[in-house]
């Protein structure tokens, strides 16, 4: 490392070497605007990251890097759930307004929902009813007070 002679080179040079050995926990919606490549080479770099730093824990590395750990998997889950989303969100978009659609793309509900009468299938009448209700319409009343 080059030591450097005033404050403001310290502080620049510290935040240098911060950025070459430390990474800050990766933001949702930053990764939300990146493309599918990119989003598959950060996950790339953050699982080598990840090997290194268990290598660095079986050899009995700084509390640091072992703090570490936790924060790229993380890192790692946020990106793959990003990814996903996109994945899933194109998916919709392809399948929207055709006939069928995949199941895991169906609403959930429950599964008393999904196998309940829609209300055309409820409302839905027999010939027999219908002509009864034709033949013998309800009776109206006067009533005097």
Excluded: C, W
Aim: cysteine-free; overall charge positive.
């Amino acid at each position: 490392y080059i030591i450097a002679k005033n404050s403001k080179n310290k502080n620049k040079f510290r935040q240098q070497a911060q950025k070459r050995t430390t990474r800050m926990k990766v933001k949702a919606h930053e990764l939300r605007t990146k493309t599918k490549q990119d989003l598959l080479k950060q996950l790339d770099e953050l699982k080598s990251e990840l090997a290194q730093l268990r290598v660095a824990k079986v050899t009995g590395g700084a509390a640091s890097k072992l703090a570490k750990i936790k924060v790229v998997r993380k890192s790692i889950a946020r990106v793959l759930t990003v990814y996903h989303q996109k994945q899933k969100s194109k998916l919709r978009e392809a399948y929207a307004g055709k006939k069928f659609v995949p199941k895991d793309l169906r609403e959930k509900k429950t599964r008393a929902m999904r196998r309940a009468l829609s209300p055309e299938e409820a409302s839905a009448k027999t010939s027999k009813q219908l002509k009864k209700e034709l033949n013998f319409p309800l009776r109206k009343f006067a009533i005097i007070a």
